[in-house]
T-cell receptor, first 114, second 109 residues
Framework: DADVTQTPRNRITKTGKRIMLECSQT?????MYWYRQDPGLGLRLIYY???????NKGEISDGYSVSRQAQAKFSLSLESAIPNQTALYFC?????????????FGPGTRLTVL | GQNIDQPTEMTATEGAIVQINCTYQ??????LFWYQQHAGEAPTFLSY??LDGLEEKGRFSSFLSRSKGYSYLLLKELQMKDSASYLC??????????WGAGTKLIIKP
């Protein structure tokens, strides 16, 4: 089984709809991240959480919110989706035990907002 | 501002060697990462450099010069499966990763 899973894998929605993307991990990591990836722009950090009670805004948090329901679960919500939120969204985790800590990514969610 | 530059696309021949460059300007430096990302898939970790010099791992090597704000990823004996995007990322003084846009590597037979 995959260590980091994301649901749904693909989603098409309409402008103004509320959308939730879910991420679960079995790696036992404390730190979780949400990124979006757009062609030519690389990965951009939306929100991150270092433990259940810790939530931090990333580079592009406007229009998004998150919930850390448990150590293993970190959800991203778009309260009112707009077309420029069409992107590939990745969840990632790290243990946070060392500066050399690598990020483990989920398979991604491709979101299209019409 | 913080900035990481990589070529957008490179083409190489199967069996050959290719070098993918990355230059960076960040607020502090706590290491540089290279990730591989096949089309439609998640990035996967390739290498980490924090000290100047070359780190070798099989067919892949990564070099860092902190004084020049420069790194490269060297891929030897290219295989068709190496066709992917290669992402350079720098950890800044706040231990946040700043990502480059990635270099799409096309391997031709």
């Amino acid at each position: 089984d995959a260590d980091v899973t994301q649901t749904p894998r693909n989603r098409i929605t309409k402008t103004g709809k509320r959308i939730m993307l879910e991420c679960s991990q079995t790696k036992g990591h404390d730190r979780m991240y949400w990124y979006r990836q757009d062609p030519g722009l690389g990965l951009r950090l939306i929100y991150y959480s270092f433990d259940v009670k810790d939530i931090n805004k990333g580079e592009i948090s406007d229009g998004y919110s998150v919930s850390r329901q448990a150590q293993a679960k970190f959800s991203l919500s778009l309260e009112s989706a707009i077309p420029n939120q069409t992107a590939l969204y990745f969840c990632a985790t790290t243990s946070g035990l060392a500066e050399t800590d690598t990020q483990y990514f989920g398979p991604g969610t491709r979101l299209t907002v019409l | 501002g913080q900035n990481i530059d990589q070529p957008t696309e490179m083409t190489a021949t199967e069996g050959a060697i290719v070098q993918i460059n990355c230059t960076y300007q960040t607020s502090g430096f706590n290491g540089l990462f290279w990730y591989q990302q096949h089309a439609g898939e998640a990035p996967t970790f390739l290498s980490y450099n924090v000290l100047d010099g070359l780190e070798e791992k099989g067919r892949f090597s990564s070099f860092l010069s902190r004084s020049k704000g420069y790194s490269y990823l060297l891929l030897k004996e290219l295989q068709m499966k190496d066709s992917a995007s290669y992402l350079c990322a720098v950890m800044d003084s706040n231990y946040q990763l700043i990502w480059g846009a990635g270099t799409k590597l096309i391997i031709k037979p």
